[in-house]
């Protein structure tokens, strides 16, 4: 029988899952990642070789685990904006330059300069800035630019000129036209150095014989193109229809709806991935677990939890934010963390946090919906926060929507949607 294989490239591990043709789960396994590299303050790095290496382990123990299947197609997700530069054959010339790496500082505000207001290419974080601080600092011959999850795509079948809509939006291509826009013409970029472009989900070719003896893939398994890993998670999570949203409750909040037109405001953070002719639209607060955290442990937040009434509104106001500063669903980078009066109750205390960050999220899909994005007709939540029972409960009457928890938790089952929709295309 067949199935296929998704991979998930995080920061600290790899994660595969086998699903079948009906997307049913049949294995799922995981390998550590060494931690990243610092090497001065703002810098994030990891070697482009771990990846691969975690990433055959992955496949060789789903393999083991479902001995009677045989895989028919894989795609890849990770982490949005880590990129790295390779030589025409794939060889890594730098280290990956990490999502969350800041070292591209002034390249980031010589784009907000340039870049056209819906261009998410302005922050140093994005790919666009890592890659003209790369061709500042180094001088390679020929070099190509490729995200994470397109690199391991070109390790599995062999070619190194692809990349997907969805990870080169912050590369700064047009996902409107389908095509890299004339005002990067003005930057310092080597011909050839931008990927051609496409969906997520396209059949891209089958794995080399050199994958086959390294991953012990068949050599009919195709390889499909990948996404981010938000977008597989949005994918696993279950959105399939306009007014589907997907809220991560993590460490920060992120919100995002599926719709049939894209939104793009710079002013929020607001960005849209074209996946499966759909929009996924959304942005993201810095509220979040980080500051449950900061004050209860894992066992006092269930202990606390099970004692607190969702039916009842405490209207403490509070914003948990961590530090200074929000971005979505207000951009105020001088806004202060709101976190009294502090009730004597520890459970009203922790009612109060979770009422605070479930009256951003609302606020949060209220400003998608003022821009032109759909109103949620469900709501499916991913993260830790979605194994709360009471939060779950006090969502769902404060949003007066369904609140439901995703339908599976791991991105890797996106991605591995992917894999499917490419040999069903395929065919």
């Given at each position: ?40 303050p703002g810098w994030m790095e990891q070697s ?117 809509e969805n990870n080169c939006l912050k590369l ?49 398994c195709r390889v499909v193109a990948g996404t ?200």
């Amino acid at each position: 029988m067949l199935y296929c294989i998704g991979i998930d490239l995080g920061t600290s591990g790899c994660r595969g899952v086998g699903i079948d043709r009906q997307g049913r789960v049949l294995a799922t396994v995981q390998h550590p990642l060494p931690p990243s590299t610092s090497p001065h303050p703002g810098w994030m790095e990891q070697s482009p070789e771990d990846w691969w290496q975690a990433v055959i382990a992955v496949i060789r123990c789903l393999q083991q685990a479902i001995p009677d299947h045989q895989a028919a197609a894989i795609a890849i997700d990770g982490t949005s904006t880590t990129l790295l530069l390779t030589d025409g054959q794939g060889r890594p010339l730098t280290a990956g330059l990490m999502y969350n790496d800041q070292r591209a500082r002034e390249e980031s505000r010589a784009l907000e300069a340039l870049a056209p207001p819906q261009a998410m290419v302005d922050s140093p974080s994005s790919s666009l800035s890592k890659l003209l601080w790369l061709l500042r600092h180094s001088s390679p011959s020929h070099p190509h630019a490729l995200h994470q999850s397109e690199w391991i795509t070109g390790r599995l079948c062999g070619r190194f000129d692809l990349g997907d809509e969805n990870n080169c939006l912050k590369l700064g291509y047009d996902p409107l036209r389908q095509r890299w826009p004339d005002w990067l013409g003005q930057l310092p970029l080597p011909p050839g150095i931008l990927p051609d472009v496409v969906p997520p989900g396209t059949p891209i070719g089958k794995v080399s014989r050199t994958c086959v003896a390294q991953t012990g893939l068949p050599p009919a398994c195709r390889v499909v193109a990948g996404t981010t890993d938000s977008t597989a998670a949005a994918l696993a999570a279950g959105a399939t229809l306009p007014g589907d949203a997907v809220t991560s409750l993590g460490s920060t909040l992120v919100c995002k709806v599926l719709s049939e037109q894209p939104l793009f405001n710079r002013e929020y953070g607001i960005y849209s991935h074209r996946i499966f002719g759909k929009w996924l639209t959304g942005g993201a607060s810095n509220v979040g677990g980080a500051v449950l955290r900061r004050y209860f442990t894992d066992e006092a937040l269930e202990s606390l939890s099970r004692q607190i009434d969702p039916r009842r509104n405490l209207c403490l106001n509070y914003y948990p934010l961590p530090a200074k500063g929000e971005r979505f669903p207000c951009n105020d980078p001088e806004m202060q963390p709101r976190l009294t009066p502090v009730p004597k109750s520890r459970v009203r205390f922790l009612q109060g946090l979770l009422e605070g960050i479930t009256n951003v999220e609302k606020t949060a899909y209220a400003r998608l919906q003022a821009l032109g994005a759909p109103a949620p007709r469900r709501i499916f939540t991913s993260g830790g926060g979605a194994k709360n029972p009471a939060w779950m409960s006090m969502r769902q009457r404060i949003l007066g929507v369904p609140v439901l928890p995703a339908n599976h938790g791991q991105a890797a089952h996106g991605a591995a949607i992917c894999a499917l929709r490419g040999i069903s295309r395929a065919q």
